[in-house]
Structure formats: C-alpha cells, structure tokens
C-alpha cells in the first residue's frame, strides 16, 4: 500500500513539473525556471576531475 501512495505522490509531483515547464515555456520565460533550479540545487553540484 506504501509503495502505491509513493508512486501516486511521485507522478502528481512529475505532472505538475510537466505543466509548469510547458507553461513556462510558452510565455519564453523557461529559462527563469532553469536559473531557479540552479539556485536551488546548487548544493548537489559536485565537480569531479
């Protein structure tokens, strides 16, 4: 039953990033969201080499 709630929660949260990537993307702002998840992520960011 848990594994079923976490699916559910999983693909709601991809079809709301879907959604507002799409609307994003049509008013030419999908770049200001690109920049926010940066931001945002940041932290994982890890430079090997």
Request: net charge negative.
């Amino acid at each position: 039953m848990l594994m079923n709630i976490k699916w559910k929660k999983f693909l709601a949260k991809m079809a709301l990033w879907l959604l507002v990537e799409i609307s994003l993307n049509f008013l030419g702002l999908d770049d200001l969201a690109d920049y926010s998840e940066f931001i945002f992520e940041r932290d994982l960011i890890v430079v090997s080499g």
